[in-house]
């Protein structure tokens, strides 16, 4: 079964830190861009960031630029997003996305369940 | 940036009615278009990609159209599991935007 499954969220307070994961399994990872949605309590989708399959090409949402650094480890199966610097506008569900760009251009075709992020003091 | 604007933003229908949503984006994007159908406490899940080609699985009740700057999502016969919010997403360059949502609501 292809599947995504993202990890590493909690509770952090402003300022602080936190590096997300997105294990993919079912598919070969290294063939395809991964992407990063975002999605605060109540609200609409919000893209992120996304890398290359082998990495070499990263790309940030304007208000994630600096902050956020996307990667992954291909011989793990993984993606990861870590956050520095976090707001309270951070709080969000954050999911990972198999972004099938350039391979069958189906936009984001698998979904991770999501992973929330609180920032709050 | 190019920016995406949906509308409407609440749509309220009865099963069986036919309901269109419409997606407009600022410059134009060929036909690198998605529809996602998001249903509450679950991840999105994508219904149409490059404006018009049906994702496996979905019904062909829902069926996307145009190209360049204006895009819709049309369902013909509204089934009690569509019931759901809807999202268009452009794909055509970094970085990638989302329309603001459609909630699509039971009259």
């Known amino acids: 079964e292809v599947q995504l499954v993202a990890s590493g969220g909690g509770l952090v307070q402003p300022g602080g830190s936190l590096r997300l994961s997105c294990v993919g399994s079912?598919?070969?990872?290294?063939?395809?861009?991964m992407s990063w949605v975002r999605q605060a309590p109540g609200k609409g989708l919000e893209w992120v960031s996304a890398i290359s399959g082998r990495g070499g090409s990263r790309y940030y949402a304007d208000s994630m630029k600096g902050r956020f650094t996307i990667s992954r480890d291909n011989s793990k199966s993984t993606l990861y997003l870590q956050m520095n610097s976090l707001r309270a506008e951070d709080t969000a569900l954050y999911y990972c996305?198999?972004?099938?760009?350039?391979?069958?251009?189906?936009?984001?075709?698998?979904w991770g369940q999501g992973t929330m992020v609180t920032v709050s003091s | 940036d190019i920016q995406m604007t949906q509308s409407p933003s609440t749509l309220s229908a009865s099963v069986g009615d036919r309901v269109t949503i419409t997606c407009r984006a600022s410059?134009?994007?060929?036909?690198?278009l998605a529809w996602y159908q998001q249903k509450p406490g679950k991840a999105p899940q994508l219904l149409i990609y490059k404006a018009s080609s049906l994702e496996g699985g979905v019904p062909s009740t829902f069926s996307g159209s145009g190209s360049g700057t204006e895009f819709t999502l049309t369902i013909s016969s509204l089934q009690p599991d569509d019931f759901a919010t809807y999202y268009c997403?452009?794909?055509?360059?970094?970085?990638?935007?989302f329309g603001q949502g459609t909630k699509l609501e039971i009259k």
């Open positions: 079912g598919f070969t990872f290294d063939n395809y861009a």
């Open positions: 997403q452009q794909y055509s360059s970094y970085p990638y935007t």
């Open positions: 996305a198999r972004d099938t760009v350039g391979i069958t251009d189906f936009a984001f075709d698998i």
């Open positions: 410059q134009s994007i060929s036909t690198w």
